[in-house]
C-alpha cells in the first residue's frame, strides 16, 4: 500500500470564536486517537486552527481515502459531530450513522 496525505478544511462560521474549538479541541482527542487506532491505517492525523475563519484535519493514511472518511464516520462520529457545530454549512449529523459523508480529498 502506498501512504497518502489529506487536508480537510472546515470554513468556521462566522459567529464562532477560533479560540473557542480550539479550546474544543484537546479533551475530544482521545476519542479521535482510540478511532484511529481501531482504524489501524492512520499514521497520524491532527486538528489545527488555520485561521479565525478555517479548521483543518490533516493526516497521513494508507489504503482509500472513501474507506477511511466511513470508518472515521463511524468510529469518530462524535468528534467530528462536536465540531461541525461550528462550521458553516455542514453536513448531516450524526456523523455516527456510518453513512460515508460527502467529503472531498484536497
Known amino acids: 500500500m502506498s501512504q ?26 482521545p476519542a479521535l486517537f482510540r478511532a484511529n487506532d481501531t482504524i489501524g491505517t492512520v499514521h497520524y492525523s491532527r486538528f489545527t486552527v ?35 457545530r461550528h462550521v458553516e454549512n455542514p453536513p448531516p449529523s450524526p456523523s455516527s450513522n456510518g453513512q460515508p459523508r460527502s467529503l472531498s480529498m484536497q
Open 4 to 29: 497518502n496525505h489529506f487536508t480537510l478544511s472546515f470554513p468556521l462560521k462566522p459567529s464562532v470564536d477560533a479560540e473557542v474549538v480550539a479550546e474544543l479541541l484537546p479533551p475530544l482527542m
Open 50 to 84: 488555520l485561521s479565525e475563519k478555517t479548521l483543518l484535519f490533516l493526516g497521513d493514511f494508507d489504503g482509500e481515502f472513501a474507506q477511511l472518511m466511513a470508518d472515521l464516520a463511524k468510529l469518530a462520529g462524535p468528534v467530528f459531530d462536536a465540531i461541525l
